[in-house]
Nanobody
Framework: QVQLVESGGGLVQAGGSLRLSCAASVRTFTIMGWFRQAPGKEREFVAAITRSGGDRYYADSVKGRGTISRDNAKNTVYLQMSTLKPEDTAVYYC?????????????????????WGQGTQVTVSP
């Protein structure tokens, strides 16, 4: 059974940093990503990384503040976020897929991913 388990969320002051982790029960996903969803808003793409780690993608809203990485030996993907802002407040979800895709921006689409974690809350206070 495929499982994705997020951790590392919490309450942080604006300007602070967090590292989110996503532990996967398998390591053969072709791409893994992070999405977030704030109350009353749609789920939005944050970052994604291919299995080799050679390709990394970021939403404009986190470029320069976020770093996605993966440790295949631990089947874990990380999202390091710094200079956090109140608008970063959301539930952060880890997602993964076995399927190989191509084309523009496939990594940013929720429909690309078959597997999702339960989410971890990140709250940034002013």
């Amino acid at each position: 059974q495929v499982q994705l388990v997020e951790s590392g969320g919490g309450l942080v002051q604006a300007g602070g940093s967090l590292r989110l982790s996503c532990a996967a029960s398998v390591r053969t996903f072709t791409i893994m990503g992070w999405f977030r969803q704030a109350p009353g808003k749609e789920r939005e793409f944050v970052a994604a990384i291919t299995r080799s780690g050679g390709d990394r993608y970021y939403a404009d809203s986190v470029k320069g503040r976020g770093t996605i990485s993966r440790d295949n030996a631990k089947n874990t993907v990380y999202l390091q976020m710094s200079t956090l802002k109140p608008e970063d407040t959301a539930v952060y979800y880890c997602a993964a897929t076995y399927t190989r895709y191509s084309g523009d921006d496939y990594y940013s689409l929720p429909a690309t991913y078959e597997y999702w974690g339960q989410g971890t809350q990140v709250t940034v206070s002013p």
